[in-house]
């Protein structure tokens, strides 16, 4: 790995740390100024900040600055990447923030790639960043044998979840866990959203509030791998589900599962929704919230528990049918060892006496969470969605794109398509244990079990939005929550805690828009970090 500040041109490897003139930052200077002080061993450049992708486009959108960065001229020698070897990925990436540049020169392959896939660098030399790397590497070490970082945390987390598969003759799922059909794998992925973001504005909230707050449940995903569901699905029809004593209807809904419900709002509810619901248009779901209405949707057990069971007033669920797992714990050992990893990083960061060494630290533990987080995410299995590019023919000609492929975009010299290659079968396709966490975490974002205890009655101190006054509630971004009113959950440093990230107690106007909400979180969470100096 080589590390590259795009702004200044400093590159460091582990060979060094040198300056570059990199004149424009396109591909072509950056490929050349690298490779004229970097050993052709070093086949991944990440790039730390500067984002040359974006710097000095003209384009409208950034996917289309993306691309034509990427497809920029090459040094002789140089071409798209086209093949590699077994379980490694070919072509370019098109993301707008986080693109992935593959090229090769004969043997040599290279990628390019921001580092924000792992973290938010915060302004970190490359030589912090590195440092990051070299310490992410030394925590996980001691949990996966031969550990390997690989291009991005969700392969690495993937890989090393691989490292975890039971090998015991006779273990019950030695010879893995069996996939779910293209049937259900459709089902959940049309069915099962990932974390909740919402933001909320007036009249539904006031034009202005008495202040901004800011909590966010830190490394919440690890909380929620405990159990997840293995093998064949059952599948519950109403009159199955009807037919069930109260405890089996108990057992069924606390077990691993996924239900489409009918369910009524009571009358007089006045706080947020508690289940998702399709959306039409760009939104995928959305949380109705007035009371008497009634719905029909799709719910982990997990969130239809927290319906039934949420500490304001239960709502009326009515089950029409579902798909309940045999209970497992196939993330378990791989969670637990990131976990221990993620401690160990956390506790390094809070006691070197190395500032530069504390930075590092810190940013490698954000990068177990991204491990962990988007390692659950390729369980999920989303449709295959390829991405190329093609040149422009004689006189700007538009040239045939590759078969069910469609044009995404178009520059001077290039078009840039993607593809729908629908669902890979392989060991990895597991949509059941990413909707399971997914759900029960968007639950615990309104009611979860803290690791305080409450002093008069030694019982878990209760957190989350329903735990907030009515009407409080600012927005909902995965597993942060935005409040006008004080928070005083004690932060226990455990998984899925809640930990004030921003904090200004004095009247502010109600953001109504993205842009107006990102301002305020960071003006929050600027203020939050001068009271502690």
Not at 209 to 225: I, N, S
């Amino acid at each position: 790995m080589a590390f590259l500040d795009a702004a200044t041109g400093v590159l460091v490897w582990q060979g060094g740390t040198v300056r570059l003139d990199l004149g424009q930052a396109s591909v072509a200077e950056i490929l050349t100024a690298v490779y004229a002080e970097a050993p052709a061993t070093v086949e991944r450049i990440y790039v730390t900040a500067g984002d040359p992708w974006h710097q000095g486009s003209e384009h409208e959108f950034l996917k289309d600055a993306v691309a034509a960065w990427l497809n920029g001229p090459l040094p002789e020698g140089w071409t798209v990447e086209s093949s590699r070897g077994k379980d490694r990925q070919a072509g370019h990436l098109v993301h707008p923030r986080n693109p992935v540049g593959r090229w090769q020169r004969g043997d040599q392959h290279t990628e390019i790639r921001s580092v924000g896939e792992w973290f938010d660098p915060e302004g970190a030399d490359p030589a912090t960043v590195r440092a990051a790397f070299v310490e992410l590497w030394k925590a996980l070490r001691p949990h996966f044998e031969d550990v390997v970082l690989m291009g991005s945390p969700s392969q690495t987390g993937r890989d090393l979840w691989s490292r975890t598969i039971p090998a015991k003759a006779g273990a019950k799922w030695a010879d893995g866990f069996p996939v779910m059909s293209q049937e259900i794998r459709g089902l959940l992925h049309a069915t099962a959203g990932q974390g909740r973001t919402e933001l909320f504005t007036p009249p539904r909230v006031p034009e202005r509030v008495p202040g901004w707050y800011e909590v966010d449940r830190t490394f919440a995903y690890a909380k929620h791998t405990w159990a997840s569901g293995v093998g064949v699905p059952r599948r519950i029809t109403a009159a199955t589900f009807a037919a069930m004593t109260e405890k089996e209807q108990t057992n069924a809904l606390f077990a691993p599962s996924h239900w489409q419900v009918r369910v009524t709002i009571p009358k007089g509810w006045s706080h947020v929704g508690l289940l998702p619901a399709p959306a039409p248009g760009e939104r995928s779901w959305y949380y109705p919230y007035e009371g008497g209405r009634t719905f029909t949707t799709w719910a982990g057990g997990a969130e239809v528990n927290l319906a039934l069971r949420n500490p304001i007033a239960p709502w009326r669920i009515e089950i029409l049918d579902g798909l309940l797992w045999e209970s497992g714990d196939p993330l378990k050992s791989w969670s637990t060892k990131l976990q221990k990893a993620w401690r160990s990083l956390r506790a390094i960061s809070e006691m070197h006496g190395d500032e530069q060494q504390q930075h590092a630290c810190r940013l490698a533990s954000r990068a177990v969470r991204s491990i962990l987080l988007y390692g659950i995410g390729t369980f999920a299995q989303r449709p295959r969605i390829t991405t190329g590019s093609l040149e422009l023919g004689a006189g700007g000609a538009v040239p045939d794109l590759p078969d069910g492929a469609r044009l995404t975009g178009i520059s001077d010299t290039h078009v840039t398509w993607e593809r729908n290659q629908g669902f890979a079968r392989d060991q990895y396709a597991h949509p059941e244990w990413a909707a399971g966490v997914w759900s029960a975490a968007r639950a615990a974002l309104l009611s979860v079990s803290t690791s305080s205890k409450d002093p008069a009655t030694g019982k878990p101190v209760k957190a989350g939005a329903l735990h907030l006054p009515p009407g409080s509630i600012l927005a909902f971004r995965t597993d942060a929550i935005y409040t006008s009113a004080p928070v005083d959950w004690e932060y226990g440093g455990e998984p899925g805690d809640y930990l004030l990230k921003g904090r200004m107690p004095w009247e502010q106007t109600t953001p109504r828009t993205d842009e107006e909400f990102y301002d305020l979180q960071g003006l929050g969470r600027q203020a939050l970090e001068a009271e502690g100096m």
